[in-house]
């Protein structure tokens, strides 16, 4: 069974940063696609970042694209989500989920297995 853990999220003001981590389970975490995605109250769930298996190749959102930077750590089954210059905007809940398909997906219907979320919130 394969499970994700997120942690890292809280408030903070605008221009400020945080970093999420997203620990999986398994020992196949090597072979997974990751992506992040959010979710903000009312609105649906937007693609954030995605990044191969291989570490190559990683994908932004444009919204995100220069502030934010997705890594990984396949010694760590740690996926990470760096993000500097917050706006109020990017105030959600957001997720980290795994992809066991070949190519790197923005779609969260082709996400296999999904962590149960952790808050940002920032402030103006």
């Known amino acids: 069974q394969v499970q994700l853990v997120e942690s890292g999220g809280g408030l903070v003001q605008a221009g400020g940063s945080l970093r999420l981590s997203c620990v999986v389970s398994?020992?196949?975490?090597?072979?997974?696609?990751m992506g992040w995605f959010r979710q903000a109250p009312g609105k649906e769930r937007e693609f954030v970042a995605a990044?191969?298996?291989?570490?190559?190749?990683?994908y932004y959102a444009d919204s995100v694209k220069g502030r934010f930077t997705i890594s990984r750590d396949n010694a760590k089954n740690t996926a990470y989500l760096q993000m500097n210059s917050l706006k109020p905007e990017d105030t959600a809940v957001y997720y980290c989920?795994?992809?066991?398909?070949?190519?790197?997906?923005?779609?969260?219907?082709?996400?296999?297995?999904w962590g149960q979320g952790t808050q940002v919130t920032v402030s103006s």
């Open positions: 989920a795994a992809d066991t398909s070949v190519g790197l997906a923005t779609d969260p219907t082709k996400y296999d297995y």
């Open positions: 990044i191969r298996w291989n570490i190559r190749s990683p």
């Open positions: 398994g020992r196949t975490f090597s072979t997974y696609n």
